[in-house]
């Protein structure tokens, strides 16, 4: 049985992109983007035939960063999540899980529209009180808002099902349960 060399155009044609080395990372480099996962690209015929791309909206953002005492200003497409866009213009804001399962970076809208479709750390009823998570929210239009403090929007969150109130830390508890004396 004679073994055969494979050709060049078949080496390119079966050749694997290449893998980051040395990292948890299993997929291609070429993936490593910083882009949402929603983001379509569009293209629309023109009257000759040939495809342009369809731009994107861009909105402007401004947030009130109450912590901070700091107001940012910035442009957002609408389909780019607020919080990761923000990131890329090197400004800071409050998050935690960027899942949008916790309030760390809740808002409170004062103009203007966003959609946050995957937002599940804030209720209907929040939404509809003009409560947004910035990690999950993708602006409809120019938007101005305002951070909020985490424990209170977990509270009114969540407020209800705590009978006696708040739940207070008891440093106590927590050193015997976690076996220090």
């Not at 015929?45 to 200003?73: C, F, M, N, W, Y």
């Not at 919080?83 to 960027?98: G, S, V």
């Not at 109130?165 to 927590?174: F, I």
Request: net charge negative; aromatic share 8%; proline share 6%.
């Amino acid at each position: 049985m004679d073994l055969q060399t494979p050709c060049n155009a078949c080496i390119l044609i079966n050749r694997r992109p290449a893998v980051r080395k040395h990292s948890f990372l299993s997929f291609p480099v070429s993936r490593l983007k910083n882009v949402s996962e929603l983001r379509k690209s569009v293209a629309i015929k023109s009257g000759s035939g040939a495809q342009s791309p369809l731009a994107v909206p861009s909105h402007k953002v401004t947030v009130h960063d109450r912590q901070r005492g700091v107001i940012h200003e910035f442009l957002v497409p609408e389909d780019q999540y607020i919080l990761h866009t923000a990131e890329d213009q090197n400004i800071t804001l409050p998050f935690a899980c960027r899942h949008g399962c916790c309030t760390s970076c809740a808002v409170r809208v004062k103009s203007g529209q966003l959609r946050q479709p995957e937002a599940l750390g804030i209720s209907a009823e929040l939404k509809s009180k003009g409560y947004a998570l910035l990690c999950v929210g993708f602006p409809s239009s120019d938007l101005e808002v305002e951070t909020q403090d985490e424990d209170e929007v977990y509270w009114l969150q969540f407020g209800r099902y705590f009978a006696r109130g708040p739940v207070e830390r008891d440093d106590y508890a927590l050193e015997l349960a976690m076996g220090d004396e």
